[in-house]
């Protein structure tokens, strides 16, 4: 009865696919990666991905092919590389990280990542 109750009650979209999406990032990313601005891990933090060219963190060491990949991260770019890293990036160290294959859970992903960035 509880879960029935709770379901009608009505959510914000936009806060409901951040929270999930937060959800999302906590299960497939934040073991290698955070949000915070200058907090590198074993992967570089995530803070204002959109619109940084790939591989150009400073004080952080990315692979040669992420060195060498010529783009900036745009939604597009970043929903292709969080479903399948290698087609993207071919040698990238994203190592054992697959891919993450629901097209909706990618979206709610990259959503999370722009609210968390100036």
Not at 37 to 57: F, M, Q, V, W, Y
Not at 80 to 104: C, Q, T
Request: hydrophobic fraction near 35%; glycine fraction near 12%; proline fraction near 6%.
């Amino acid at each position: 009865m509880i879960l029935l109750s709770s379901s009608a009650v009505p959510q914000e979209p936009a806060r409901a696919g951040a929270g999930s999406g937060q959800l999302i990032f906590n299960n497939a990313c934040r073991t290698c990666h955070t949000t915070k601005e200058g907090d590198n891990r074993l992967g570089p933090n995530l803070h204002n991905i959109i619109g940084r060219k790939a591989g150009s963190l400073p004080n952080f060491g990315y692979s040669s092919a992420m060195k060498g990949a010529d783009f900036v991260w745009d939604t597009g770019k970043l929903d292709s590389f969080i479903a399948k890293p290698d087609e993207v990036v071919p040698g990238n160290n994203m190592k054992p990280y697959g891919g993450l294959a629901s097209a909706e859970d990618r979206t709610k992903l990259i959503a999370f990542l722009q609210s968390t960035s100036d």
